[in-house]
């Protein structure tokens, strides 16, 4: 026989006889807040299982049958609603099970018998009906009325002297159907889950599934040494909330995040029907979309646990502590099996540790450059290099020195084998720095050609970076200086950096800077070319004259004062045509006066020969001064097509 595992993806209607329960052997608990719970069931074939309600659509989704010898598995539980389920098929509510008046209200009609202090063995009938009588007198009374088998009506107080018998077996029946419903909803928050296995020999059986849990977190301890070197502790915080104790369980934590996804396997999806109407037009209503909807509390939120640096009050270094864990590296996570068995209350926490070794680390002084005038303390980093085969999971860090003292915390990021990290832990009081800010624009070249004039420029920004120790101690600081696209950097006064890249995808220049007891300094030159680039048409000559001045090259002097000589005669001519157009426009203008006059005066006269000859006289100058305007014209049209022909090379 083969061990097998079965999804259970169909859910039996009629529940099988509920058989032992099944403890927990093994968990795995996931970083991402889930938890995959291994239950041993051996060779039982029928195991009931208490499942609360939010994580019954985890089981429903996830759950699987192991063991040999297993052939088939089915799964039973009470719906969404179960009481509502029971009593619908029920002649009587929910709360008629609960309570003689309102059920004898409910079921008209059924057979009793009623016993009282003067009939002790009981008269048999019908109930007709339970009403309330209210007088004045006497208050409210509710009243059973029965028609007795020998045709009498009687009318029975309820009282605390009154017995009823109910003679209905199938309402009897009904009423025991009822409470058991009502008895299993009274837990509210839990399920019962029957799971039946089939097999001819089931040995070695297990079920498995995945829960929602709360995500494991890491605390780590980190001591330093003077070499260089760090002790690191690992230590996982957990906490058991499935509801039940874990005992003797094997415990195994995942570093790992899979895809995990919700779905509401336990409620009920009512799909649309047609209704169809022979004699109207069938209107079809819309489908209602069933949308799933993720559980609250399925996909726990990962949190922070901070731990506090304790103070012992004699120095000694810290006792070595032994994590008796497997440690094994996976394709998706990283795993580590303890090898003692947990006990863990429900409800309760645990911190022990899962991983010690001994890592390649350093201290570092950071200061990280922004570009801004400021003055402040260098960061105290962690650098820690994982040579172990094994990722380090994300977690809090308390750094601690080879004495035992507490130095700070720090935010410990997922360190994958072979990767270097740096984490910040404190600030180092021991070392000030100033960083000073200057920025200027300075001309590189003018150039002009085909008409374009086009002007280099730089934006230069200078950052300083003084340290100081003001204790006198020499020291080192690492300082990282921020580069940005399309900007050159060098340095002035220091030494070379390195460029690195962190994980949000910054770029920085890491220079590392020894600081003696007068002090260092780091200089840094940062610039940033461009050009502007404009169309040398668009100039006046002033403009251009002052653009001569500071050209990169003869050629491009000569270029702009032959395009300024240009534009002073075509300036010129453009000016000489405007004159001699409005030189013409006044001639014309006195022709036209002149003619008027001349119609006023009688001929012949000697008005009339003055105005003549005027007018006469007038008609020359126009014809002058209309040939100069073309003259004009034409040399004007030649002055701009020679600037053009200039400007655009040819």
């Not at 000073?436 to 920004?461: D, F, H, N």
Request: proline share 5%; aromatic share 4%.
């Amino acid at each position: 026989m083969r061990a097998t595992a079965i999804s259970l993806i169909a859910l039996i209607a009629a529940a099988p006889a509920l058989g032992q329960e099944a403890p927990v052997r093994e968990v795995v608990l996931f970083e991402a807040g889930l938890a995959e719970l291994t239950r041993e069931t051996g060779a039982a074939r029928e195991v009931s299982l208490r499942v609360p309600l939010r994580d019954v659509n985890d089981v429903l989704k996830s759950l699987l049958v192991r063991g040999a010898g297993i052939t088939g598995a089915r799964l039973s539980l009470d719906g969404q609603t179960p009481v509502e389920d029971a009593f619908a098929s029920l002649p009587f509510p929910p709360a008629a099970a609960t309570d003689l008046v309102t059920l004898l209200r409910s079921v008209p009609g059924i057979r009793v018998r009623v016993s009282e202090p003067g009939f002790p063995e009981g008269r048999e009938g019908v109930v007709m009906g339970v009403v309330d009588d209210c007088t004045e007198e006497r208050g409210c009374e509710t009243v059973l009325t029965v028609l007795g088998d020998d045709g009498a009506l009687r009318r029975h107080v309820f009282d605390g002297d009154l017995e009823i018998a109910i003679l209905d077996e199938e309402i009897n029946a009904a009423l025991a159907r009822g409470l058991a419903a009502l008895r299993e909803s009274a837990s509210g928050a839990v399920r019962e889950v029957a799971v039946t296995i089939e097999g001819a020999e089931v040995t070695g059986g297990a079920l498995s599934y995945v829960v929602a849990a709360p995500a494991w977190k890491t605390a780590y301890r980190a001591v330093t040494g003077e070499e260089g070197e760090v002790d690191l502790q690992a230590w996982a915080v957990i906490e058991n909330a499935t509801g039940e104790d874990w005992e003797d369980v094997a415990l195994t934590l995942s570093s790992g995040s899979p895809v995990t996804l919700a779905a509401d396997l336990h409620a009920r999806d009512w799909r649309y029907r047609e209704v169809v109407e022979p004699e109207f037009p069938v209107v079809v209503a819309p489908a209602p979309v069933m949308v799933m909807e993720p559980e609250p509390g399925t996909f726990a939120a990962l949190a922070e646990d901070r731990e506090a640096g304790g103070f012992a009050p004699q120095v000694v270094a810290p006792a070595p502590i032994v994590a008796a864990t497997a440690a094994e590296e996976g394709v998706l996570d990283s795993r580590f099996d303890f090898a003692e068995p947990v006990d863990l209350g429900a409800g309760e926490m645990l911190s022990l540790p899962f991983l010690t070794d001994a890592l390649e680390a350093s201290h570092l002084s950071l200061w990280k450059g922004r570009n801004a005038t400021r003055t402040g303390n260098p960061q105290m980093m962690l650098e820690v290099t994982n040579d172990l085969s094994v990722r380090l999971p994300a977690g809090i860090m308390t750094v601690s020195d080879e004495t035992g003292g507490y130095v700070g915390d720090a935010d410990f990021p997922l360190v994958a084998p072979g990767e270097t990290e740096a984490v910040p832990f404190g600030m180092d009081r021991k070392l000030r720095v100033e960083e000073t800010v200057s920025e200027t624009t300075r001309q590189v070249s003018v150039r002009a050609s085909e008409g374009v004039l086009t002007i280099t420029q730089e934006q230069v920004r200078e950052v300083g970076y003084l340290v100081t120790s003001p204790s006198g101690e020499a020291r080192e600081i690492v300082i990282d200086h921020p580069l940005a696209q399309g900007w050159k950097t060098e340095v002035l006064t220091g030494p070379e950096g390195k460029a690195r890249q962190d994980d949000d995808g910054r770029r920085w220049l890491r220079t590392v800077l020894p600081v003696e007891a007068e002090g260092a300094v780091l200089r840094v030159r940062d610039v940033y070319p461009y050009e502007q680039v404009v169309e040398i048409g668009t100039l006046d000559e002033a403009a251009i004259l002052v653009w001569v001045g500071q050209a990169s090259d003869e050629g491009t002097r000569a270029y702009l004062e032959e395009a300024a000589r240009l534009m002073r005669e075509a300036d010129r001519a453009e000016d000489a045509l405007v004159e001699a157009e409005g030189a013409l426009g006044r001639l014309t203008n006195e022709q036209d006066r002149v003619s008027r006059l001349l119609g006023t005066v009688p001929q012949p006269s000697a008005a009339y020969d003055r105005f003549l000859a005027n007018l006469l006289g007038l008609e020359d100058q126009i014809a002058e001064a209309s040939a100069r305007i073309e003259a004009l014209r034409e040399a004007a049209l030649a002055t701009e097509a020679a600037l053009e022909a200039h400007l655009s090379g040819e």
